[in-house]
Structures are given as structure tokens and as C-alpha cells.
């Protein structure tokens, strides 16, 4: 993580002794600190914290690019050594000197020409900072400024410590609680935080900010080859790049393994680039012993069984598993507001992964590599591809689509028309002709807003319905992409470990977004991109099975003993006067008091509630209190 404290003025808010011991707040010492003069009259205070566990060293100067800027870089640069050759330096050049050295050769484009995750600060001779943000799903980067002072960070703890008051936005609060966008990608959760935009350059100075969204998505070049085959070779290859990127810095690598196609497609790779004699650590949830779920079409609950299987030809694969035994919804919930700064109702999902994060920190390794972005990029499945066949009149893809649609009850002849003509139509009708085929029971509100009007909805409720297109697809997962990744500096200073995406690589992203739907779903096979990559590297049963894997599918047996806890949490929302006019407590202690003997079916709006909403404002509840310094009662 990185930083930097600005000073106009003889006097100001910016305390950077406290902005240091902030930042390694959980390292228990300082970031590195040092202090310099830009213009001959700012101030200057850099911070860095290279490593979640790093002390920081006495005597510690920021890294200078040749022509000698100081350079901060909180993440990495990938494909370093064309771009070393590039630039004249050696390969093994600090990333921030690579970083430095590409601004001072190519300016502003220097971004468009560097492939990593990260964000960067560059001090300026006039006594500007250049910020940016790689783009699609660049690190954080946060600040606040006034005519006399600024501090940037890696994540809001270190502005606040510095003399920032902490106050909770209250639309961002809304948005939060529903899980939606905010208006504005520069706005935090913060009043006067402002973040970098994803895929962004921003010079700050005393009078203001200016700010370059330079990266679209939405305006990527379409990917067209001669043959299949060469889509799945260029996938193939752009995997293997990023695989090699990944494993560049890692002493002892580790991957978090689920049942499905994305992560299995990752570690093969993984197991065929690591050096003879090295073995990898796999650690894989599982839900709780003994746990049975209810019958639901399309998915499958435990990924154990797929996981032992991959394995078994693999022998240099270590294989761990864990059930979360004790783990709740909220788990170390204050400990990940104070290390990233930040919540959303969407937080609830992410405790299944803290045991295999404190196993693999416990078993010495360093990296934990993931395939997250496996579902956005070769392993998607297309969801505008209903609409599309449709508009197009390729009929037969459509109905062989519909036709083998797992797990869906329907008639194919009604799944088209709720996949691939409600789309299509004005949104006002559709939401008409919805409301006559769903009324009766299953039709109430499927969150716990005391008024529906207070959901900001908009582009961003658009899950309600498949994307029109590729292009409504993309511009519904810009926004998202660059929201949240303070939750990568959470992980890594709670379990000292750092994290990585192995599908997060731009060149694969890019390339994948471009790509024709029908790479993606052929003759009714979904995922038809990443079936034809994991040929050969993983069983037929898994390369084949269309289930998917639903997480945090034992959430029964988890919150059921907690019905007393949870009641009290939500009689705590009545006291609390940043969310009592938001929620609808009286409805949500009649779901506690009218608990079910046995889990709701699977997708019913009485198990989103149970399930998803009420956990998810509990949780937002937690986080008011973390904010106005409250203590629950």
C-alpha cells in the first residue's frame, strides 16, 4: 500500500507522523516515511508498505525514475521484461523505476502501454502528484484535499488517522445497504473522500484536481480469428502469460480450488509452469459436516468430491480443505472495516473464504492466487446471448440454448420469452407483463427497504433482466469493476498473505470482451470457451458438468442458532438514526419470529431474504456503528 501527505501551508490537518503508523496498522510498526521538498515550497510526506507483514526501515527513500521522480506503486507490473526492453533498463528494475521511466517516455499514454494491477503516485517538479489506476479493476487510490492540505492512500484508515473526520456519506449508505452503484465512480462511502477512477490519471494541486478517464471498455476492438481453434489457442496463451506473471514473485504459492471449470483451467496451468520438485497447496471450502442440502435444479453444494478428483493425477497438488465451522456472515466483520475502510451488502458472501486464507498463511505461503475473473472473461457464459440470437434470427443456436438450459423448469417455449424477448422490450412493459406472470405469494419485496422508492435502481438494478447486448453488458460491469478492490488490502493485512486474480490480466480481459458470443455458447453448450481449454486438463465429468457450485449454500444451519443474536442486532437498527428511517425493522423481526423448521427453496424470494437480506443489513448495521464510533448495544 502507498501514500502521500501534501502540505501548502505552515499549519494543517495532515498529521503524517499518524498517517505512517496508520498505514502499517496491522503490520505493528510504521511504513516506510520520507519526507522531501517538491517546488521548493510544498511539502512532501511518501509512505509505502510493500508487504502486509514489512516494518518499515529507517533511512527509506521512494524509488526514482531515471530522470529522477520520486515513484510510489502499491501492486505490480506485469510483462515486465518486454517493457523493461522497451524503456533501455535491465529487467529486473524496481517496478515503480519500469513505472517511472515509461512517463517519462511516453507521457500520459504511458498507462495505455503498461499491463498490470496497481496504482501509482508520481511527484512532480511544480509540486503536482500525478495518481492513477490501471484499468479494470485498477488498486485503490483515496484521497482528500483543502487549499492547505492533502493525504492520497491505498485505503481511507491513514486519511482519517491523519486528521480527516470520519463521516458516513448518506446516499452512499443507501447504495450500500441495496448493493448499488453510487452516481459518481470518484465518491467513497466518505464525506470529502474522493477515490481515482478505474482506468484513470488525476493531477492533484493546491487548486483542484484534474482528472483523465483514459480507458472504456465499452469502446474495446472486436476479436476476430479465422478458426475456433485459434480462440482457443490465443486463450490458452494469454493464461499462460498471466500465469507466469503471477508466479514471477511468489517463494510459495498457494490457490484457492473450487469444483468448477475457472479455477481447475488456472491451476492446471499453475502445476504445468511451477519448477520441478515444487508442489502446490490447494485449499478448497467445503459446507459444514454432515450438512445435506434441499434439492435444487442446476447446482451442486459441495465441492469436495470435484476437487479430490482433479487431484488425483495431479501429485504435486496438496489439497486442504475446511468447512468454516464457527464462521458467520460477520466474521471479523470490524477488523475488515478498519483494514479496507469500507462495506457492502455483497460482504456477507466473503467469510466462506477466511478459513483458507488463515490455513495457507498458517502453512507459510505467500501468495494466494485465485481465478475470480474466470467468469467474466473465458469462462462467461454469455448472458446477452438469449437477446442476441434472437435479434439476429439465429434461431436454432436460440432454441438448442434454451433448450439445454440447466436447471430450469420451464417450458423452452417460456424460457425464450423471458430470456430473449422481455429483454428486448421497454422496460416499462416488461416490468408489467413480470407482474402478471409472477403474482401470489413469491411477489413481495425482496429486500427489507422500509419504502422501495428509496432503492437508487437505474442502470445499475439491471439484474433484474438479461443484458440486451454486449454492449449493455459491458457498460453494466465498468462501474463495478473499479469498486471494492480495497478488499485485496484488507485480505492481505488480516491474514498477512498477499492475494492475486490469475485471470485478472488486462491483455485476457480485453481479449475476452471482444470476443464473438458464439465463442461463448455453441449448440446449447454454455462456457463453450472453457470447456475447450480444459480439455485435457481436468476429468471429463468436470470439464462436462453444466451444475454450477452455489456458495454459502449452508447458510441454514449457520444462522439458525443465531436467532436471538440476529433479533437483537436488528432491534440495535431501531436506535440507530443513520439507518431506522431506511429499514423495516417490524418486517424484519417477523422474519426472525416466524423462522422456517427447514430451509426455504432455493431462489425463492423467502430464501433471498433469510439468506441475503437480512444478514447483508445486519452486517451495514455493524458498519454504522464502526463509523459513528458507536458501540452495539
Known amino acids: 500500500m502507498i501514500g502521500a501527505a501534501l502540505g501548502w501551508d505552515s499549519a494543517s490537518w495532515a498529521d503524517s507522523a499518524r498517517v505512517a503508523a496508520s498505514l502499517g496498522l496491522f503490520a505493528g510498526a510504521a511504513a516506510n516515511h520520507e519526507n522531501l521538498m517538491l517546488d521548493g515550497s510544498v511539502r512532501a510526506d511518501l509512505f509505502d508498505l510493500p508487504a502486509p507483514r514489512h516494518r518499515g526501515l529507517r533511512g527509506w527513500r521512494a524509488v526514482r525514475s531515471p530522470g529522477g521522480l520520486p515513484v510510489l506503486l502499491a501492486g505490480w507490473i ?7 526492453a522497451d ?29 498490470g494491477t496497481y496504482a501509482s503516485l508520481i511527484c512532480l517538479p511544480d509540486g503536482r502528484v500525478r495518481m492513477a489506476r490501471s484499468p479494470i479493476g485498477g488498486l485503490p487510490l483515496f484521497y482528500a484535499a483543502t487549499r492547505d492540505a492533502a493525504v492520497i492512500c491505498s485505503i481511507p484508515r491513514p486519511i482519517v488517522a491523519a486528521g480527516w473526520p470520519q463521516r458516513l456519506r448518506e446516499a452512499a449508505l443507501v447504495r450500500a445497504v441495496t448493493n448499488r452503484i453510487d452516481d459518481s465512480d470518484e465518491l467513497s462511502l466518505y464525506d470529502g473522500i474522493r477515490r481515482v477512477p478505474d482506468g484513470a490519471i488525476a493531477y492533484l494541486a493546491r487548486d483542484g484536481v484534474a482528472i483523465d478517464r483514459w480507458h472504456d471498455i465499452c469502446a474495446l476492438p472486436e476479436v476476430r480469428f479465422a478458426s475456433d481453434d485459434d480462440y482457443v489457442e490465443a486463450a490458452n496463451d494469454l493464461l499462460a502469460r498471466a500465469t507466469r506473471n503471477a508466479l514471477g514473485p511468489a517463494r510459495k504459492p498457494a490457490i484457492a ?3 468448477g471449470l475457472d479455477s481447475g483451467i488456472a491451476c492446471d496451468e499453475l502445476l504445468r509452469q511451477l519448477p520441478a520438485g515444487h508442489r502446490l497447496p490447494a485449499y478448497t471450502f467445503r459446507p459444514l459436516s454432515g450438512w445435506q442440502g434441499p434439492p435444487a435444479p442446476g447446482v451442486f453444494y459441495d465441492d ?3 476437487v479430490e478428483a482433479f487431484a488425483r493425477s495431479r501429485p504435486q497438488l496438496d489439497c486442504r480443505f475446511t468447512d468454516n465451522a464457527g464462521v458467520q456472515f460477520d466474521n471479523r466483520a470490524r477488523d475488515f472495516f478498519l483494514a479496507s475502510g469500507t462495506a457492502c451488502s455483497a460482504m456477507i458472501l466473503a467469510p466462506i473464504y477466511h478459513g483458507i486464507h488463515e490455513a495457507a498463511a498458517r502453512d507459510g505461503c505467500d501468495w494466494m492466487f485465485s481465478a475470480a475473473d474466470g467468469n467474466l472473461t473465458f469462462s462467461q457464459g454469455a448472458p446477452w446471448a438469449y437477446p442476441e440470437f434472437l435479434r439476429t434470427g439465429r434461431w436454432r443456436q436460440l432454441w438448442q440454448l434454451a433448450a439445454q438450459r440447466s436447471g430450469d423448469p ?42 422501495p422508492a428509496l432503492d437508487p435502481g437505474g442502470l445499475h438494478n439491471a439484474t433484474a433482466r438479461p443484458p440486451r447486448s454486449r454492449q449493455e453488458w459491458l457498460a453494466y460491469l465498468k462501474p463495478w469493476l473499479g469498486l471494492g478492490a480495497e478488499s485485496v488490502h484488507g485480505y492481505e493485512q488480516i491474514f498477512g498473505i498477499r492475494v492475486r486474480d490469475v485471470t485478472h490480466y488486462r491483455p485476457l480481459m480485453e481479449f475476452c470482451f471482444g470476443l464473438p458470443t458464439d465463442q461463448f455458447v455453441r449448440d446449447g453448450t454454455p462456457r463453450w470457451l472453457a470447456r475447450r481449454m480444459a480439455r485435457g486438463r481436468m476429468p471429463e465429468a468436470q470439464r462436462l458438468n453444466r451444475l454450477y457450485g452455489r456458495q454459502n449454500a449452508d447458510w441454514y444451519p449457520r444462522l439458525t442458532p443465531r436467532r436471538a443474536d440476529l433479533r437483537r442486532g436488528v432491534e440495535r437498527i431501531a436506535a440507530q438514526p443513520e439507518l ?12 426472525i419470529d416466524d423462522w422456517p423448521a427447514s430451509p426455504p427453496p432455493p431462489g425463492s424470494r423467502d430464501e433471498h431474504l433469510l439468506r441475503y437480506a437480512l444478514p447483508s443489513t445486519l452486517l451495514m448495521s455493524q458498519y454504522v456503528d464502526y463509523m459513528t464510533g458507536r458501540n452495539a448495544a
Request: overall charge negative.
Open 78 to 84: 506485469d510483462d515486465r521484461e518486454s517493457l523493461a
Open 87 to 115: 524503456l533501455g533498463l535491465a529487467a529486473d528494475s524496481p517496478p515503480e523505476r519500469l513505472y517511472g521511466a515509461a512517463y517519462e517516455q511516453w507521457g500520459d499514454r504511458a498507462d495505455s502501454r503498461i499491463h
Open 257 to 259: 480450488l473450487s469444483g
Open 304 to 306: 469436495g468430491p470435484w
Open 410 to 451: 420451464r417450458p423452452v417455449s417460456r424460457r425464450i420469452v423471458a430470456l430473449a424477448l422481455m429483454p428486448l422490450l421497454p422496460d416499462g412493459l416488461a416490468d408489467r407483463l413480470r407482474g402478471l406472470v409472477r403474482r401470489g405469494a413469491d411477489d413481495g419485496p425482496a429486500d427489507l427497504l422500509r419504502d
Open 580 to 591: 431506522a428511517a431506511l429499514i423495516d425493522v417490524d418486517r424484519a423481526l417477523a422474519l
